[in-house]
């Protein structure tokens, strides 16, 4: 899996980890930053869905 290094504001980090750990949603950063960005994901095709920008081979 590719490795990435970004800079992320902290107060970012600091509502990130209140659903990271033992009784968060998520087990680490690395989990909840992948969940969010396949989250994104999705919507941004939902979008681009009703717009008609996307191929119908999706």
């Known amino acids: 899996m ?3 290094s970004v800079e992320v504001p902290a107060e970012l980090l600091d509502d990130l980890d209140d659903h990271v750990g033992e009784d968060g949603k ?3 950063r ?3 930053i992948r969940a969010s ?6 919507v ?3 979008i ?3 717009q008609g920008r996307l191929d119908d081979e999706q």
Do not use: G
């Not at 960005?37 to 999705?42: A, G, M, P, Q």
């Open 2 to 4: 590719p490795k990435i």
């Open 26 to 28: 998520f087990v680490n």
């Open 30 to 32: 690395s989990e909840a």
């Open 37 to 42: 960005i396949r989250k994104t994901l999705d």
């Open 44 to 46: 941004l095709d939902d």
């Open 48 to 50: 681009d869905e009703r």
